[in-house]
Nanobody, 117 residues
């Protein structure tokens, strides 16, 4: 069974930093496009950052210049480095893996990030 397990969510003060990790198992990780989404209370889930199998990245405008997505194919892990955090970054952050090769799309269960003083 495919698993995506997020970790690293925490309570942090405004202006602080966090690094989220998502460890994948039972997939050919290197062929998957990976992404981070988030969902704040009362809002729809939104794309935060994505990285293709080839390493190309894209970001939501709201996080450009503050967040960085990266992947380590040897560790089957994708990361989200979050800097200069703001209260509006508070959300549950979800890891996503998808590939058109098999038409598969997987989600993790999420990790909570709370930005508050």
């Amino acid at each position: 069974q495919v698993q995506l397990v997020e970790s690293g969510g925490h309570l942090v003060q405004p202006g602080g930093s966090l690094r989220l990790s998502c460890a994948a198992s039972r997939i050919i990780f290197s062929i998957y496009a990976m992404a981070w989404y988030r969902q704040a209370p009362g809002k729809e889930r939104e794309l935060v950052a994505a990285i293709t199998s080839g390493g190309s990245t894209n970001y939501a405008n709201s996080v450009k210049g503050r967040f960085g997505i990266s992947r380590d194919n040897a560790k089957n892990t994708v990361y989200l480095q979050m800097n200069s955090l703001k209260p509006e970054d508070t959300a549950v952050y979800y890891c996503n893996a998808k590939t058109t090769a098999f038409g598969t799309n997987y989600w993790g269960k999420g990790t909570l990030v709370t930005v508050s003083s």
